[in-house]
């Protein structure tokens, strides 16, 4: 096994729990790593600290255990997606949710997604994905006969060399040919999830809480939903009583999807209209005025150095948001850039709202649901933020 050393002082975040060893934190290292081995990690005296992936990079080690463990061992992982499920099982999430949420539950570069008897995991690191059949072992042995099938979903989301020669693909099913899609309830609304083709899992479950506070405010309301994706937003504000949505997507798939979902919850109150087109040249030209909308673009930086221009992007969609709001309305705005923390978020917004020139109150602080659940020790877990603003 890989052997980790660390120079004086640099073992206090490890035994903060901070799942992460940067490669500036090392004094030497013994043996002769490949990205994705196993590395035990000492502090400078030789006292064992966690065991975790090693890579070559500025994360150097992603600790999967604080302490002694044998992560190549089904228990292992059994244990840990035991743990998992024991924080799901304490909420209401019916038969969609996030079982694994990377640092959150303490398995960095792994996430775990449920869609009815289907669980599709997706990896961000070569370690975890090096482990991915032991990972649909353990999986097997704690869904037992309620699970039909694993797919892995990791080749978008893996560093870009390694990626080449991988691809996604089923790593078990019970079925002989199994589906590539299911439809979801979440809060009585219905979904069809595509793992293979779709964004991500398939689904963005970290809205889930956020599209049930949306539900509570548009009936009789006009909506519209920006960056719809697959129509989440939309399918609830209709299910609730919304008298007329527009959904806006710059894919023509996305639109297509949400049309979908929207037929799917059939009949509904209100009536839906979607639109192929970039937010910002829709936001611009429309004539409506919104009782309720939602804005809740993609991820507009993944590093520091983009954070300048993710800044004055989310300030421009929420220039023309707010100049889009009837008088008495609500914006629901989202960043999912972890980069642009939720104090920058805020101030991005305010500085928006006077330029607008509109009185403008915060009714809710929004973030991700408790399925994608943040470690105290590892604040960067939260990436979703989100404001409820009352536009006069």
């Not at 779709?198 to 006009?222: E, I, P, V």
Request: proline letters at 4%; hydrophobic letters at 40%.
């Amino acid at each position: 096994m890989i052997q980790v050393f660390l120079k004086p002082g640099k073992e206090v975040p490890v035994l903060r729990f901070h799942p992460w060893v940067f490669s500036g934190a090392i004094a030497r290292v013994e043996g002769a790593p490949a990205d994705g081995d196993i590395a035990e990690v000492f502090s400078h005296r030789g006292n064992l600290l966690g065991v975790g992936h090693f890579h070559h990079g500025s994360i150097a080690v992603r600790l999967l255990s604080f302490g002694a463990a044998d992560v190549g061992n089904v228990d292992f992982w059994m244990e840990k997606l035991q743990q998992a499920l024991r924080v799901r099982n304490a909420q209401p999430l019916g038969d969609a949710y996030r079982l694994v949420h990377g640092e959150g539950d303490f398995l960095s570069g792994l996430v775990v997604d449920v869609y009815g008897r289907t669980v599709v995991l997706q990896c961000h690191s070569i370690g975890m994905h090096r482990q991915r059949h032991l990972i649909a072992a353990a999986l097997r042995q704690v869904f037992g006969e309620q699970l039909r099938t694993i797919y892995d979903k990791s080749a978008d989301t893996l560093p870009p060399k390694y990626a080449e020669e991988q691809s996604n693909g089923l790593l078990w099913s019970a079925e002989n040919q199994p589906e590539s899609w299911a439809v979801i309830e979440e809060n009585g609304v219905r979904f069809k999830v595509d793992w293979e083709s779709g964004q991500k899992t398939g689904f963005f479950l970290d809205q889930r809480d956020n599209r049930h506070l949306l539900s509570q405010y548009a009936s009789g309301k006009t909506v519209l939903n920006a960056f719809c994706y697959t129509g989440g937003f939309s399918c609830y504000a209709l299910k609730a009583g919304a008298t007329l949505v527009h959904s806006v997507d710059i894919s023509a798939k996305a639109i297509q999807l949400t049309e979908e979902n929207v037929a799917l919850n059939a009949p509904v109150p209100g009536s839906h209209e979607g639109f192929t087109d970039d937010v910002l040249r829709f936001l611009k030209n429309t004539d409506m005025r919104y009782h309720l909308m939602v804005v809740d673009p993609p991820a507009y930086a993944k590093s520091l150095d983009k954070r300048h221009n993710a800044v004055q992007g989310y300030k421009r969609l929420n220039v023309e948001a707010i100049k889009r709001v009837a008088p008495g309305g609500l914006l629901f705005t989202f960043s999912c850039s972890q980069v642009v923390d939720r104090e920058l978020f805020y101030h991005t917004i305010v500085a928006a709202a006077m330029e607008v020139g509109r009185p403008v109150r915060v009714l809710h602080h929004l973030t991700q649901g408790a399925d994608h659940p943040v470690s105290l020790f590892h604040p960067e877990g939260a990436y979703l933020k989100g404001l409820v603003l009352y536009v006069e």
